[in-house]
């Protein structure tokens, strides 16, 4: 069996929630793409990095079913594990840096994939949503306290691999962060946190605590 290390990324302040991913540190091992996405399917993570240079950070995503250029929270884990300055994906240089207990990584709205943002009127009726039908991929949204920039969020992939609500997402965090172009605090999922930040020039930081599993 290829050695992994499990993180648990966007954990809140207790350590709890996070999203896991799997790490593959020595990427040789299976340098096929066709046998990377057979270990992804196998694992079952929602992603998976393979670290194909760990001095230079450059790494390759995958879902159970595809891969990805670029994606968030794989992107913030891996940055922490790795204490790398930058990662190297196929979408482009994603800048890392550690923060105290938060790990960031700067990346650009258009390297996110397609996400629908549905806002809602408050926290209480995101809470209240039920998993949508299969289909579109909806990250829904309220503010808890718009002065403060705090945001309640659940996301709901449309039973894509599998997966009814996803508990954390760096990429859809980073959209909702270019579009209102503000610092957000979203508390997602069960009680996941992310913390964004938009740059200049089109960048967009995100962080979140990162924890080893095993």
């Known amino acids: 069996m290829t050695d992994y290390d499990v993180l648990r990324v ?19 091992v299976l340098p096929e793409r066709s ?11 929602s992603e998976t990095v393979f670290v194909d240079d760990p001095e230079r950070g450059v790494i390759d995503i995958y879902t159970p079913t595809l891969r990805l250029p670029f994606a968030g929270h794989p992107c913030v884990g891996t940055a922490w594990l790795l204490d790398v300055p930058e990662l ?19 990346a650009r709205a258009e390297w996110a994939p397609p996400r629908t943002l549905r806002q809602y009127a408050s926290a209480a009726e995101v809470d209240a949503l039920d998993v949508p039908p299969p289909g579109e991929w909806i990250y829904a949204w309220a503010w808890e306290d718009e002065a403060a920039g705090r945001i309640r969020a659940r996301a709901f992939p449309g039973r894509n691999d599998g997966i009814d609500e996803d508990e954390a997402t760096g990429a859809a965090a980073l959209l909702l962060t270019d579009r209102l172009g503000r610092a957000l605090n979203i508390t997602q999922g069960g009680g996941s946190q992310i913390l964004t930040a938009p740059q200049p020039e089109g960048w967009v930081e995100v962080g979140g605590r990162v924890f080893l599993e095993r």
């Open 35 to 45: 046998d990377r996405q057979e270990l992804a399917a196998k694992l079952g993570f």
């Open 88 to 106: 190297v994906t196929p979408a482009g240089v994603v800048g890392a840096r550690l923060d105290g207990e938060f790990s960031w990584i700067e």
């Open 10 to 28: 966007f954990c809140g302040p207790d350590g709890g929630y996070g999203n896991e991913l799997g790490v593959v540190r020595d990427g040789s």
